[in-house]
């Protein structure tokens, strides 16, 4: 339900093949036609850009993340926290050179 509540849906693993509740959550979106974007090792590297240009794509307001529980996988939660934290970083730098309102 949270894939067809939202915008879009930012589906992240540690593992180049995702499988259970997280490959549930890709095929849901992909049903639904919803836009979701997957980060994995082989692009990580290269996440923020790409989830910075599909939030901005996509006009995201409502962004569902999903991912493999921690409990079997201890390093998801820090690969969340910082691709969200320099992405929503960057985000607001950006915004703030496009705003004609803004003297700084």
């Not at 919803?34 to 994995?40: A, D, I």
């Amino acid at each position: 339900m949270n894939v067809e509540f939202a915008d879009a849906t930012l589906i992240l693993s540690d593992h180049p093949e995702i499988t259970g509740g997280t490959l549930l959550t890709l095929e849901h979106a992909r049903k639904t036609e919803k836009p979701h974007l997957l980060v994995t090792p082989e692009n990580l590297s290269q996440a923020p850009f790409l989830l910075r240009q599909f939030i901005e794509h996509h006009k995201v307001q409502v962004l569902n993340v999903a991912g493999p529980r921690a409990s079997s996988s201890p390093i998801i939660y820090k690969i969340t926290f910082d691709l969200l934290q320099n992405t929503f970083e960057q985000l607001s730098i950006s915004h703030l050179f496009r705003n004609p309102l803004c003297k700084e």
